[in-house]
């Protein structure tokens, strides 16, 4: 029985873990922490006795599944069927010292708990800190076929107030995931899906000045096999979705924004190629504003071949067709394919990738080679190259770049073209776990950019350094002497953090001034976040960028948790005179029907007079 109790002879048949390591200083913890592990043919069993000599310690407020446990004592299985030996293929199940639960399914998954997963966890509080029990079914995870597997896996255990983080296998500073344990001779179900198809739809009747009626839309789901899925989905709501908010902080290029959308969601780790801090991505889902209808498949092939395939169509707009393949080759590294084509309204894109990794200890390198092309036009061209080199305490990296004047992949994220040359970026972090400072960092890069005509791009340098301090409070400093075109930038920063760690109270104050392209730039920005009393969370955010005007930015949210699947939520935004308001209540975060009252929309410019009722179900 799943109760959060360890009753005598209940786990004697599983598997037992002991002698849990501090993840910082790698030497035995100094609490106690006993984990367990079993299996039957329907679900894996998880249970852990986390001891604490200081009961008084122990912190949990969040009670919404899928919530983040930052606050939280926590305890984590991280478990990985194919024995990759690398976090391909690795997922993660979290319990918060309340019995809350929150998991990342590898390759990304869809919210609703009845394609997401249901698996269950409860906690008992005893004398000397609380236990729990969790069971896993096999159809939550992707696994591979075969008896007697192996399986990679590791037990965490996070005290929040303390800030410690231990776990079964030590992976080191630097947490190398070839040194997780192995949960040898695991035989899970054979293989087949008893129900292959789930559904999921939606219908939204709307009152708006300009467009009111119902709109509806359909998703299915289909299981190829434990570890391959297909998702067809029609008319897909994406109005209702609050999406980021870009912020006003100076930046010479583009704004990278997530995507929370859950067609996009679902199987993500699958299509992506590239590096978010290097040349970009060749896929970036935000490029498809909308659809009609899509449809994708993904998954693991095996334990070393994976792939992603996603076509989408728009009556009234673009075409879009995507393709990616992966190779892995253990902890020695990769090989990836990719393939894009979009067909807008006369307009044509054809783009391909490829990439390689090698890992050899603290060393690592990787390559990326892109082509890409518009209409009829000659296909042009972009390659990085890198060198890395990572142990405990710093990390550091030489790329080089040349990416074209005219590669523009429709689909891509590529914030910088027209460019070739290099950078050097190094990380130096020390924590402690003694004295009134808690860690120290130091970063610094230098890059070095010409355009094809051979001009200075890019030239400079830029360094930064954080002290986290014992009292939870954090400070910053950062400077920035680069030109551009010629033009300089000469920039100082400060930033400061206090209760860094603790949503329910945190405030954040950070202030730059300087000269970009030789004008003069000014920014200053705080936010907070504060919970007033039980379930009720404020947060406030302000900035202002002067440079060549005034830029102001002001977001509110007000959130009340009255239960774990029922809440009121409401999103303030300000931006230079433009205003927006909304206010939705959710009954959501658990199997059945999900309902959601919408008043305004989430993603406008200005206020609209609107109303949404949403309604979601899944059979």
Not at 16 to 43: S, V
Not at 288 to 295: K, L, P, S, V
Not at 347 to 373: E, K, W
Not at 435 to 440: A, F, Q
């Amino acid at each position: 029985m799943i109760d959060g109790v360890l009753a005598p002879g209940e786990w004697d048949s599983a598997s037992q873990f002991e002698g849990f390591t501090d993840r910082l200083t790698t030497r035995p913890a100094e609490e106690k922490t006993t984990g367990w592990l079993g299996y039957d043919d329907q679900a894996i069993y998880w249970a852990m006795h986390v001891h604490e000599s200081h009961p008084e310690r122990i912190a949990a407020r969040e009670i919404q599944p899928g919530a983040s446990f930052t606050n939280d004592d926590h305890v984590i299985l991280d478990i990985n069927p194919f024995h990759t030996r690398t976090y391909n293929g690795t997922s993660s199940f979290r319990v918060n010292a309340l019995g809350t639960t929150s998991e990342d399914i590898s390759g990304g998954r869809t919210n609703k708990r009845e394609w997401r997963g249901e698996w269950t966890a409860k906690v008992t509080r005893v004398a000397d800190g609380w236990t729990m029990e969790a069971r896993i079914p096999w159809k939550v995870l992707n696994y591979p076929p075969g008896k007697s597997l192996k399986m990679d896996f590791n037990l965490v255990r996070y005290q929040s107030g303390l800030r410690i983080a231990s776990e079964f296998a030590s992976l080191g500073q630097s947490q190398r995931p070839e040194q997780r344990a192995e949960w040898l001779d695991v035989t899970p179900p054979s293989v087949g899906i008893d129900h292959p198809w789930s559904f999921l739809a939606y219908a939204a009747p709307e009152y708006d000045r300009s467009d009111s009626g119902v709109r509806a839309g359909l998703d299915a789901r289909y299981r190829f096999s434990e570890t391959v899925t297909g998702l067809v989905s029609y008319n897909p709501d994406f109005r209702n979705i609050e999406g980021q908010i870009a912020g006003i902080e100076f930046t010479r290029t583009e704004r990278f924004l997530s995507d929370v959308r859950p067609f996009f969601t679902e199987g993500s780790g699958f299509f992506g190629l590239g590096s978010r801090f290097g040349f970009g991505q060749l896929f970036y889902s935000q490029r498809i504003a909308t659809f009609d209808e899509g449809a994708k498949a993904y998954g693991q092939l095996n334990k070393d071949w994976s792939f992603g395939g996603l076509a989408t169509y728009d009556r009234n707009a673009q075409s879009v067709g995507v393709m990616k393949v992966r190779r892995d080759f253990g902890t020695a590294g990769r090989v990836e394919g990719f393939a894009s084509a979009t067909q807008d309204d006369g307009f044509q894109d054809q783009t391909v990738g490829a990439s390689a990794s090698l890992v050899n200890g603290n060393l690592s390198g990787s390559a990326y080679l892109a082509a890409s092309r518009q209409n009829s036009a000659a296909f042009s061209s972009l390659f990085e190259g890198g060198l890395n080199y990572g142990a405990p305490h710093i990390f550091t990296t030489i790329r080089y770049e040349a990416v074209k004047p005219d590669f523009a992949p429709a689909l891509g994220f590529i914030p910088w073209t027209d460019r070739k040359g290099y950078y050097t970026y190094t990380s130096i972090n020390k924590e402690m776990r003694n004295g009134p400072i808690r860690s120290v960092g130091l970063d610094g890069g230098w890059s070095e950019y010409f355009t094809y005509g051979n001009d200075v791009q890019e030239k400079g340098y830029n360094f930064s350094g954080r002290i986290g301090l014992r009292n939870d409070m954090r400070v910053g400093f950062a400077h920035d002497e680069t030109s551009f075109y010629g033009e300089p930038d000469n920039v100082w920063s400060v930033n400061a953090n206090f209760n860094e760690s603790n949503r329910y109270r945190n405030f954040s104050v950070s202030y730059e001034k300087g000269i970009r392209g030789g004008i003069e730039s000014e920014y200053l920005s705080f936010g907070l976040s504060r919970r007033l009393f039980k379930g009720v969370d404020l947060g406030l955010s302000q900035s202002v960028n002067h440079f060549q005007g005034a830029d102001r930015l002001t977001v509110a949210t007000l959130g009340y948790e009255m239960t774990a699947t029922q809440s009121i939520n409401g999103r303030f935004v300000s931006r230079n005179g433009h205003t927006n308001a909304y206010l939705a209540f959710r009954q959501s975060g658990n199997k059945g029907t999900e309902y959601f009252v919408i008043l305004g929309d989430p993603n406008a410019e200005e206020t609209v007079s609107r109303v949404s009722l949403k309604a979601v179900w899944a059979f």
